[in-house]
Nanobody
Framework: VPLLESGGGSVQVGGSLRLSCAGT????????MGWFRQAPGQEREAVAF???????LYFDSVKGRFTISQDSAKSTVYLQMNGLKPDDSAMYYC??????????????????WGQGIQVTVSS
């Protein structure tokens, strides 16, 4: 079941990007989706997570700058990123379908993962 990310690219400090992730072919309705990121030489980290009915959670460093939203009917999640900083540069990965009882900020807590999309913030 593919998760297809889009909307990445290069932007200057303070700029904005909107990432999208569309899932297709899920065997059931997906209620939980999120984003992780990984910069070169760094560990992968959770960025944001959302669960129906639209309860978002954010990694501390992106609070107030990033906004996650979803269209459950389309199994699509969005990440609006404002006030981008060089530290936000990373490969961003979409995740979906949080396993019951698992932490949202753990990569292996999900059943589906995207291929990743690059975000580069230059000063």
């Amino acid at each position: 079941v593919p998760l297809l990310e889009s909307g990445g690219g290069s932007v200057q400090v303070g700029g904005s990007l909107r990432l999208s992730c569309a899932g297709t072919g899920f065997p059931y309705s997906i209620k939980t989706m999120g984003w992780f990121r990984q910069a070169p030489g760094q560990e992968r980290e959770a960025v944001a997570f959302i669960t129906a009915p639209d309860i978002p959670l954010y990694f501390d460093s992106v609070k107030g700058r990033f906004t996650i939203s979803q269209d459950s009917a389309k199994s699509t999640v969005y990440l609006q990123m404002n006030g981008l900083k060089p530290d936000d540069s990373a490969m961003y990965y979409c995740v979906a379908d949080l396993k019951e009882g698992r932490r949202w900020d753990m990569w292996n807590s999900y059943n589906y993962w995207g291929q990743g999309i690059q975000v580069t913030v230059s000063s």
